[in-house]
């Protein structure tokens, strides 16, 4: 099996069950804040499409707290 890294922006990334749910509702303006912090977070490892997905499918309140949001008030646009 071969491995491929692409990088991309959240603005382009492709999410998909849960997380769309909450990217949906995220602004590009905010979709690239959050890129910026979370490039933060993951200074000794880049992410894989699967961990981008499920942290905005299961830690939705977290990627919402890097943009000084809180989640109901995001899901309920």
């Known amino acids: 099996m071969i491995s491929i890294k692409i990088e991309t922006d959240l603005t382009d990334f492709e ?6 749910s909450l990217s949906d509702k ?4 905010e979709l690239e804040q959050i ?4 490039n933060d977070n993951f200074i ?3 992410p ?3 961990e981008i997905n ?3 499918w ?16 995001v899901l309920e646009r």
Do not use: P
């Open 48 to 50: 894989t499409d699967s």
């Open 58 to 73: 299961h830690e939705s309140e977290f990627i919402c707290e890097l943009i000084g949001l809180d989640i109901e008030e």
């Open 35 to 38: 890129s910026q912090n979370l």
């Open 26 to 29: 995220l602004t590009n303006s």
């Open 15 to 20: 999410f998909w069950s849960g997380a769309k």
């Open 54 to 56: 499920d942290l905005f």
């Open 44 to 46: 000794d490892k880049l």
